[in-house]
């Protein structure tokens, strides 16, 4: 069973995460995207970008690094196989860029039940390598209790 | 960018439909892209044992295609400033049939003050919505 107090624990903040232009390509297109702006990048330039534009939802690679820290933590005691994600949401203070190194750091929001099942929302902070907000990443995952 | 003049938009005006058809393949595509290599999202076997109907996509590629339907309108995925979903009912992709998303949206609310408009996103599988709540927040 999730451990409520971890509620209002924020884990250490990652190590930079290097935003490589072909890492952005392979993400777009497996998110069926076909904007320019996601693949080229001399569409991105002429849109003003310095480089190709991740697709929205790519900070959840960034998030993702964080919320492995909070899995493996023992005081939390969440059991990944019982974790199902019950919905997501990522606010931009800019959009991704090739090129960005970035650096997250998760905080648990809140740690709720229902019954025997828990739901814990995690809000993650990402910034840039000038300590700029670059997204907020909010995510809740329900952990399903044993039958 | 296309040019969206904020004032001639309506509530409720649809911006966009997309058809996609998901296989296997795009899910080992989208696992390797991600990160993301839970095996109920290409492994049958384990996807039984953990008690679900069969292979399903992830929530955050289903996620991530949905948006596109505002990202193909505003022509400018930089421009979404703000995108949640809630996930109600998996994607079940068939090893052989794979499986059909349809995506619509539609204008769901108009800032014209902060020039943003919200976009209001549907996608189902079968008739069957697979997210909820899901709304783009687009800078115009």
């Known amino acids: 069973m999730v451990n409520a107090s971890v509620e209002g624990k924020t884990y250490p903040e990652t190590d930079p ?5 072909e890492k952005i ?12 702006i996601n693949l080229d990048v001399f569409a991105a330039q ?6 190709v534009v991740a697709p929205p939802t790519f900070a959840v690679v960034i998030q993702e690094r964080s919320l492995s820290s909070v899995l493996a933590d023992k005081e939390a005691d969440i059991d990944f196989s019982r974790v199902v994600h019950g919905d997501q949401r990522f ?24 019954g025997a099942h828990a739901m814990v929302t995690f809000e993650t902070k990402i910034h840039d390598a000038n300590k700029q907000l670059v ?10 209790g044993e039958e | ?43 049958d076997d384990i996807a039984k044992a953990v008690g679900l ?29 703000d995108y949640g979903v809630r996930f109600t009912k998996p994607v079940f992709v068939d090893g052989v049939k794979g499986a059909v998303l349809t995506v619509i949206g539609k204008v769901g609310e108009i800032d014209v003050e902060n020039s943003i408009v919200r976009i209001d996103i549907t996608a189902s599988c079968a008739d069957v919505a697979v997210l909820g709540k899901a709304q783009a927040r687009v800078r115009i």
């Open chain 1, 17 to 21: 995460y290097l935003v490589g232009r």
């Open chain 1, 25 to 36: 390509r392979e993400f777009a297109l497996a998110v069926q995207s076909t904007s320019p």
């Open chain 1, 46 to 51: 002429a849109a003003g970008y310095s480089d």
């Open chain 1, 91 to 114: 606010i931009h203070a800019r959009p991704i860029v090739a090129g960005d190194e970035l650096t997250s750091q998760l905080t648990v929001a809140s740690v709720k039940t229902l």
């Open chain 1, 135 to 144: 997204c907020t990443a909010i995510s809740t995952l329900v952990v399903r």
């Open chain 2, 1 to 43: 960018m296309t040019h969206i003049n904020i004032a001639s938009l309506e509530v409720g005006q649809e911006i966009g439909s997309i058809e996609y058809r998901l296989t296997r393949d795009s899910l080992v595509r989208y696992a390797g892209a991600s990160g993301d290599f839970n095996p109920i999202h290409y492994r």
């Open chain 2, 53 to 81: 109907d069969g292979v399903l996509a992830h929530g955050m590629l289903t996620m991530g295609a949905a948006v596109q339907v505002a990202i193909n309108w505003i022509g400018d995925p930089g421009r979404i400033v």
